[in-house]
């Protein structure tokens, strides 16, 4: 099993900055897939950025040359940095693992969630 730690939301304005942080733990050598989703009041979660052991990030159009997702393996931790916030960033945000190697975007494709942390960005 692997466990996910969100922390970092939060209510911010418009322009603003937050970095999420996942902590993970457990059997983390099985991941190898790492993702942030998010999920806006009346609306589907949708795939925000994914990283895995290979290749580049994958990002969302809507955040491109704004969030930056990374990991720091000594501390077992997955990060989002999101810069130049907007209203419409609001939501719950939650990290995922997977045991899959290639990018998946389908939440389904993941094994593990963290329990989400709220970000509100305020106009």
């Known amino acids: 099993q692997v466990q996910l730690v969100e922390s970092g939301g939060g209510l911010v304005q418009a322009g603003g900055s937050l970095r999420l942080s996942c902590a993970t733990s457990?059997?983390?050598?099985?991941?190898?897939?790492m993702a942030w989703y998010r999920q806006a009041p009346g609306k589907q979660r949708e795939l925000v950025a994914a990283?895995?052991?290979?290749?580049?990030?994958n990002y969302v159009d809507s955040v491109k040359g704004r969030f930056t997702i990374s990991g720091d393996n000594a501390k077992k931790t997955v990060y989002l940095q999101m810069n130049s916030l907007k209203p419409e960033d609001t939501g719950i945000y939650y990290c995922?693992?997977?045991?899959?190697?290639?990018?998946?975007?389908?939440?389904?494709?993941?094994?593990?969630w963290g329990q989400g942390t709220q970000v509100t960005v305020s106009s």
């Open positions: 457990g059997s983390i050598f099985s991941i190898n897939g």
């Open positions: 995922a693992a997977r045991r899959g190697r290639s990018f998946a975007q389908a939440a389904a494709m993941y094994d593990y």
């Open positions: 990283i895995t052991n290979v290749g580049r990030p």
